[in-house]
């Protein structure tokens, strides 16, 4: 079996460097799996600077559903994933679920996304303890910030913390990576 290692940290912390250079120590073939979507230019431009870091050896899965099965179907053919970033993913199948226009979001919308999200989270789980491959997954830390001031942002807030918190307790290995600097919290 392979590993489990969760990678997270707050904005701009170094935990997505950190998160490849892990995947860069792994013999054999690597697949980064990236769930952002260019929805701006401004995504746009994030998403051709990470294309243009990552190997040439490296392939690319674009996607934020079902990466469960993205991986499971990959099994065996690769030594090591990188998923980047579980936070984005969140962000995106929250939206999907209750739509981009929605700010107001009410209590019993947020718990069944949430509970929509942490399916796919499970299924992601399954898929990431069967594999043989090394999965190093990165996800953001919110908790330590400012309480957003509408119900939408406070929703993906905890929801977020939550889904940080059931990765972290199955990932075999956790580090946070604070100014830069990796430390191993498990």
Not at 35 to 43: R, W
Not at 83 to 108: Q, R, S
Not at 145 to 172: C, H, K, M, S, T
Not at 176 to 181: F, P, S
Request: charged fraction near 25%; hydrophobic fraction near 40%.
């Amino acid at each position: 079996m392979g590993k489990a290692i969760l990678v997270t940290g707050g904005a701009r912390s170094g935990k997505s460097s950190f998160a490849e250079r892990l995947a860069g120590e792994i013999d054999g073939r690597i697949l980064y799996i990236a769930t952002a979507v260019p929805f701006d230019e401004e995504m746009r431009s994030r998403i051709k600077k990470h294309r243009e870091n990552r190997p040439d050896t490296w392939d690319t899965y674009e996607g934020y559903t079902a990466l469960g099965s993205a991986i499971a179907e990959r099994e065996g053919i690769y030594n090591g994933i990188l998923l980047d970033c579980i936070t984005v993913m969140v962000t995106n199948l929250l939206f999907d679920y209750i739509g981009f226009e929605n700010e107001n979001p009410t209590a019993e919308e947020l718990h069944s996304a949430e509970k929509y999200i942490l399916s796919e989270l499970c299924k992601l789980k399954e898929a990431v303890k069967s594999s043989s491959a090394a999965i190093i997954m990165v996800t953001n830390e919110l908790g330590s910030g400012i309480v957003p001031e509408n119900p939408l942002a406070r929703g993906f807030r905890d929801i977020a913390g939550r889904v940080n918190q059931y990765v972290a307790g199955w990932a075999d290995e956790v580090y946070m990576a604070v100014c830069g600097i990796p430390v191993k919290i498990k």
